[in-house]
């Protein structure tokens, strides 16, 4: 392996690593930079690694916790929720002692950003949701993840299946395989039979009254962007920011969504 | 060592549909999102008859019971419902047992799946057998259960059906996923207190521990024989650490059998059915790959995958070195399943006589051979032990 291909590859290099017992659940939690704090809630699988993290570190603290079920993180199958996700969040902020701060969230993750804002807007400062799940859509329905095969997957993560393809090893690799099943399985606890998300999100998105980032690649095949609107019509304050040529992992494939949500943040 | 005194002898039916077009052959998958527009339903029509048919024959060579199973969305098996299937072979018989190997539980009211079984028991007078199975991956991918929940479900559904089939007065249930606010099953089981039960599975030791908690059976599937042998050892040390004694009937041997003149005749006769049967019926392409359905250590020993890499491939000499395959003459067959049965200490055995997609002369002739030359010489050699032992004291 070149020097080049290592840089290319998530690396944990430079974050802090702690790890916090909440509620019995092993949470880990990575964080790099210093500055006002932000937090980053993971979508539905860790290997895409937190590389973009690093260009918001410059002038902020930013916070990466692993879902319980996902990463380095433990297990805890009772767990099966967002909402569970949510209220085992509020007890991690508590312990982080996060007063007001910044969410941030992509796919998976920034459906449990939704939520958490709608019950705890008040903690929140900003909010950023990335290719967002969570909010069903009739006339946009989205695919459902759990049907799509893995040969395709790389297609359906990436605009260019060879960004998705970089991010994936080389060779066969048992751990990578056991990671995927074991996080694909935390998620199906979630949203197995609701693929589309949590049909009473719509019903309560109007209580999210913090500044609202969408950002969103134009060409997500996850969450398509025809859906956006669905969001801006409910959210009280939103701005959506559509990366051109980019699909669902907006933050690997497109600095220029990483710098806008940065930007957005800065504000 | 000959066969066990009280063995009892049971022949396996899949019912699969046949009449696929050949070009089919390169589906990635027979499972699941097969189009049902393959299935001619005057061919399968006529298949049910057939298979019926067969099963009657069973009866009358003198077969103790016939096993069938469930599978759903694939041409492999014609039994989405087996309760069906086993009521008609009901009424068409008079002595046969039927093995119902069976509804996963957890993808049923598990009330429900009590009645239906207790129906049939009362209807048989006595003749049904159950074996539980967790199900394969590709059921949950048509089944409104959550994978990631099916164990538990499924332990809590058959202590659903255990409650309503031992409880003499109305009982309640309330659990994680079922409530019953009263559970009261009409007609009770004709078997007292209930049907031989048996817990499917395919070595994976989780599965086992559920048998052994229940002191049910264990009823290995298609898998290996180093496999089976340590979810045996498992099952009896497990077993007699729970104060209990393994009854030879607990843990059945199931054998893919084919048996004709000569060795030879055997193979050429039997395997393009196997091959079929391996290579095309059982193809579950990726619909394998199930989130939840199984636990992360045993995963990493499958090698990452969540059914062996061998599931859907056919290879004659892996089957004849590592699988319960016993195809050749009769005095070949003879050998292996006595050997085999000594090894299991089983006095239960399951002959699987149709593979694949093998026509009803071959069966007839199957069957026939195990029925007329295979356990008898099985019998006759234990009988002679027996008169040899006698003689010896």
């Known amino acids: 392996m070149n020097i080049t291909q290592k840089i290319t590859k998530p690396s944990m290099e430079g974050f802090e690593r702690t790890e916090y017992d909440v509620a019995g659940t092993k949470t880990v939690v990575y964080s790099i930079g210093s500055g006002d704090p932000v937090v980053f809630l993971h979508g539905g699988a860790t290997f895409p690694g937190f590389e973009f993290a690093r260009s918001w570190a410059r002038d ?161 095949r996850f969450c398509p962007i025809a859906g956006a609107s669905a969001w801006t019509s409910v959210l009280p304050d939103p701005r959506l920011e559509v990366i051109p040529g980019v699909g669902h992992l907006v933050f690997e494939e497109s600095q220029a969504a990483v710098e806008a949500a940065h930007r957005f943040l800065a504000e | 060592m000959p066969i066990l005194p009280s063995t009892e002898f049971l022949v396996a039916h899949y019912m699969p549909y046949t009449e696929l077009p050949p070009e089919e052959a390169s589906r990635e998958s027979l499972w699941v999102d097969i189009p049902n527009s393959l299935f001619d339903p005057k061919k399968g029509h006529d298949l049910y008859g057939r298979y019926f048919h067969e099963a009657v024959l069973a009866e009358k060579l003198g077969f103790d019971g016939i096993c069938i199973n469930e599978h759903h ?11 069906l299937i086993a009521a008609t072979i009901f009424a068409q018989t008079s002595k046969l047992k039927v093995c119902v190997m069976g509804t996963p539980p957890n993808m049923d009211s598990p009330n429900r799946l009590a009645e239906t079984y207790a129906m049939l028991d009362v209807m048989s007078g006595g003749r049904l057998e159950i074996a539980i199975p967790l199900g394969t991956p590709m059921e949950y991918w048509v089944n409104p259960v959550a994978p990631a929940t099916a164990r538990k479900r499924h332990r809590e559904a058959i202590d659903i059906i255990l409650k309503a089939w031992t409880s003499r007065e109305a009982t309640s249930h309330d659990g994680e996923f079922f409530h019953y606010k009263y559970l009261n099953v009409w007609p009770r089981p004709y078997q007292d207190p209930h049907p031989p039960i048996f817990i499917v599975g395919s070595g994976s030791l989780e599965t086992v521990d559920l048998a052994v908690e229940y002191g049910f059976g264990y009823a290995s599937t298609f898998s290996p024989i180093a496999k089976q042998l340590q979810a045996l050892d498992y099952f009896r040390e497990k077993t007699t650490d729970s104060g209990r004694s393994v009854q030879p009937n607990m843990f059945p041997l199931t054998v893919m059998t084919y048996v004709a003149e000569t060795d030879d005749q055997a193979l050429a006769e039997f395997e393009a059915h196997a091959k079929y049967y391996f290579d095309f019926l059982l193809r579950p392409g990726e619909f394998a790959n199930l989130p939840g359905y199984i636990a992360l250590d045993e995963l990493r020993k499958r090698g990452g995958h969540v059914l062996p890499k061998s599931h859907g491939k056919f290879d004659w000499n892996d089957l004849q070195d590592f699988y319960r395959v016993a195809v050749g003459s009769v005095e070949t067959v003879t050998n292996k399943i006595e050997k085999w049965a000594e090894e299991v200490g089983s006095s239960r055995i399951i002959f699987e006589v149709h593979t694949g997609d093998m026509p009803h002369w071959k069966l007839a002739k199957n069957m026939t051979l195990l029925a007329e030359k295979v356990v008898p010489e099985l019998k006759r050699r234990r009988d002679a032990s027996g008169a040899r032992t006698e003689a010896a004291e």
């Open chain 2, 73 to 83: 969305a694939t041409a492999s098996s014609m039994m989405p419902v087996p309760s």
């Open chain 1, 60 to 220: 902020r603290k930013v916070i990466i916790p692993h879902h319980p079920g996902f990463g380095e993180s433990g297990d805890d199958d009772r767990i099966n929720s967002v909402h569970d996700y949510v209220l085992h969040y509020l007890e991690l902020f508590d312990q982080l002692k996060l007063e007001r701060f910044d969410l941030a969230g992509h796919s998976f993750g920034a459906w449990i950003a939704a939520e958490f804002a709608i019950e705890h807007a008040h903690r929140l400062r900003k909010l950023v949701l990335a290719g967002p799940t969570g909010l069903v859509i009739k006339e946009h329905p989205a695919p459902d993840f759990f049907k799509i095969r893995a040969t395709e997957l790389p297609e359906y993560l990436t605009a260019d299946p060879k960004v998705a393809l970089s991010l994936f090893p080389e060779e066969p690799d048992v751990d990578f395989l056991v990671l995927g099943y074991r996080e694909t399985t935390s998620l199906s606890r979630v949203c197995w039979d609701k693929p589309q998300g949590n049909r009473k999100l719509g019903r309560w998105l109007h209580r999210v009254k913090v500044p609202t980032l969408l950002v969103w690649g134009e060409r997500d």
